[in-house]
């Protein structure tokens, strides 16, 4: 049996100032969508694309993740709480991100780039689809080190103790999705858009890969206890993710069907 760690989540201290781990994981995050998408960048013929777009790519990026990733918690997971206290929406300080938000936040700031920028919006998604699952790895690294979003209590060699909520040992569900829907999602995604595909497909598999994975893996991890499992024994992640992925095949058949 192992026993979580217990880090400080603060990396660095500077005085009055505290630089947490969750912080850094994201702007690691951010820092390989710009090494990745450079990458990209030299080895696609699509002159459309280019460092500058990049640049904005992220910077429309970031607005959608934080944006969307706190209205999404709010919305998905505490409205009448935010609701009663308008104002702790803004307290984000505290905690309450929702990926789902963030993913929406993200597809509506592109849409706006796209527009903007007079590209199609597929065409925008499909370069990013597969610079994305490294930020989910960092971080689902940062919830690790938080000693947040455990798992289910499980039976297992490498079940883990963490000592902030119980004494019963658990699954490390924060180091399945790191695996998965970080590692093996991007792996997947970067070999599979290494050829040209029809507009829309590597946004398909993205959309089927994250979805698939994170219904798996909820199944190891523990609901919010402000939530519990909803209806047919589901949490509300499985419930987002379940549209991602049938929405992921609807498109990849629209994709393939419109290229033939």
Do not use: C
Request: proline share 7%.
């Amino acid at each position: 049996m192992l026993v979580h760690p217990q880090f400080d989540p603060v990396a660095i201290h500077l005085g009055p100032l505290a630089i947490h781990w969750y912080g850094l994981m994201y702007l690691a995050g951010f820092m390989t969508f710009l090494w990745l998408g450079r990458k990209r960048i030299s080895t696609l013929n699509d002159t459309l694309i280019d460092a500058k777009l990049l640049d904005d790519l992220l910077f429309y990026g970031v607005i959608g993740v934080i944006l969307g990733g706190r209205l999404g918690y709010v919305l998905f997971y505490k409205p009448a709480y935010y609701f009663s206290h308008p104002l702790e929406i803004f307290h984000v300080w505290q905690g309450g991100m929702s990926f789902h938000g963030g993913f929406l936040g993200v597809l509506t700031a592109m849409a706006w780039l796209a527009y903007k920028k007079n590209l199609r919006w597929l065409q925008i998604t499909d370069f990013i689809a597969p610079l994305v699952p490294p930020g989910l790895a960092f971080g689902r690294i940062g919830n690790f080190i938080n000693g947040e979003l455990w798992g289910r209590p499980a039976d297992l060699p490498w079940a883990m103790v963490f000592p902030k909520v119980d004494n019963l040992p658990r699954h490390p569900s924060q180091l399945y999705e790191f695996a998965l829907e970080g590692l093996l999602l991007f792996v997947m995604l970067w070999v599979y858009a290494r050829k040209p595909r029809p507009t829309g497909m590597v946004s398909g598999l993205f959309l089927v890969g994250y979805g698939s994975i994170r219904f798996l893996v909820e199944f190891t991890r523990e609901p919010d206890d402000f939530l519990g499992l909803l209806s047919m024994g589901m949490s509300m992640g499985q419930w987002l993710s379940l549209p991602m992925a049938i929405g992921g095949v609807f498109l990849m058949i629209w994709s393939s069907r419109r290229a033939a």
